[in-house]
T-cell receptor, first 114, second 116 residues
């Protein structure tokens, strides 16, 4: 079965410290990988995606993510967290054999404290 | 670019009534639009995929007669919740893709539905 796991419901970091939000997946083939951010009562905003090429992908607002094929992971990272980064983050995976299907992780709430 | 809007942002209705939610792609034509439902503190659940000019494809467990989807043009898809019940209360989010198979989906801001 296809699945996306975000093992942490919540991540707490201090402003200025690096942050990591974890994502692993179990999807057949070489899927496309995404990160989205959701602010309260808002839709999802696209952050970044991995299709092919360099394993380190840079996205919006200083975020980046590293694709690791052997570990089937796509962790989201940022070198220095901001209070305004506090939000709900979703990892999503799109199988290459079903372009219309997105599999979302359960979401990780990021809390950045001043 | 790639902005998706939803209307209304919030709606309260009485049980038994029908509610229509609009999803528009503002600066691009969307061949495919998607409707999701999100419960509190949970992830998004895909309800259906709609392609312009054809019938929507519903996910397993989603009642197509209850959640009517119409994708009449390349910039508009509507979701109508018919005979709404309190358990239909949820956050409904649409997304749009530039073309069939296009890898990135762009999401609307969501519609909060409360059925009394």
């Amino acid at each position: 079965a296809q699945s996306v796991a975000q093992p942490e419901d919540q991540v707490n970091v201090a402003e200025g410290n690096p942050l990591t939000v974890k994502c692993t997946y179990s999807v057949s083939g070489n899927p496309y990988l995404f990160w989205y951010v959701q602010y309260p009562n808002r839709g999802l905003q696209f952050l970044l995606k991995y299709i092919t090429g360099d394993n380190l992908v840079k996205g919006s607002y200083g975020f980046e993510a590293e694709f690791n094929k052997s570990q089937t992971s796509f962790h989201l990272k940022k070198p220095s967290a901001l209070v305004s980064d506090s939000a709900l983050y979703f990892c999503a995976v799109k199988p290459v054999n079903n372009f219309n299907k997105f599999y979302f992780g359960s979401g990780t709430k990021l809390n950045v404290k001043p | 670019g790639a902005v998706v809007s939803q209307h209304p942002s919030r709606v309260i209705c009485k049980s038994g009534t029908s509610v229509k939610i609009e999803c528009r792609s503002l600066d691009f034509q969307a061949t495919t639009m998607f409707w999701y439902r999100q419960f509190p503190k949970q992830s998004l659940m895909l309800m259906a995929t709609s392609n312009e000019g054809s019938k929507a494809t519903y996910e397993q467990g989603v009642e197509k007669d209850k959640f009517l989807i119409n994708h009449a043009s390349l910039t508009l898809s509507t979701l109508t919740v018919t005979s709404a019940h309190p358990e239909d209360s949820s956050f409904y989010i649409c997304s749009a893709a530039l073309s069939r198979g296009q890898e990135t989906q762009y999401f609307g801001p969501g519609t909060r539905l409360l059925v009394l």
